[in-house]
């Protein structure tokens, strides 16, 4: 079989990602608090270690309930966090969801469905624990911003609650 048939092209296109999805996904990453302090060349490698996916409109990234296997990078699309029917968020692009996998390998806690068509990013624990291992100087720094963003969220939504919670019960 030859390297153009229509068989080959399809395997041939589903492994090799878009030549520019590194540089891209190295930008969003740049500006997610996840990446702070470190320098464009480190940025760049860790992205390029990253697992790109595409979506389709209406399609499931994960349900609640399945193994968190690391965070997502939503690099275009939009992307809804659903549990039991409720939107908690909206995902835009250079937003990262699903960050508490990277700690633990717990259950998903919410459904995370495309919108739109979506390109994406899976940055997987077993590769941040390889890259741990190797550079545990920038690990230290990597779980510290994480620590930042998951913190940030538990404050976000305590400020929620608290605020659905004034407005179901007014004084």
């Not at 409109?57 to 690391?70: L, N, P, S």
């Not at 699309?77 to 250079?94: F, M, N, Q």
């Not at 550079?135 to 976000?156: D, T």
Request: net charge negative; charged share 25%; hydrophobic share 40%.
């Amino acid at each position: 079989m030859s390297m153009n048939s229509p068989k080959n092209a399809l395997w041939h296109n589903f492994f090799k990602p878009k030549d520019d999805w590194v540089e891209d996904t190295a930008n969003k990453c740049a500006e997610n608090l996840l990446f702070k302090g470190f320098s464009p060349n480190v940025i760049r490698w860790f992205a390029a270690k990253m697992h790109p996916r595409e979506y389709d409109a209406g399609e499931t990234i994960f349900h609640a309930g399945d193994e968190g296997a690391g965070a997502v990078l939503l690099r275009s699309g939009t992307i809804a966090i659903r549990s039991k029917g409720v939107e908690l968020a909206t995902i835009k692009p250079g937003d990262m969801f699903g960050e508490v996998a990277l700690v633990d390998g717990q259950a998903r806690t919410a459904d995370a469905v495309a919108i739109e068509a979506c390109e994406l990013v899976f940055l997987l624990r077993t590769d941040l624990d390889d890259w741990a291992n190797s550079q545990p100087k920038h690990a230290c720094k990597l779980l510290k911003n994480l620590g930042a963003m998951l913190a940030g969220r538990l404050l976000e939504s305590n400020k929620n609650i608290s605020k659905h919670s004034t407005e179901d019960h007014p004084k």
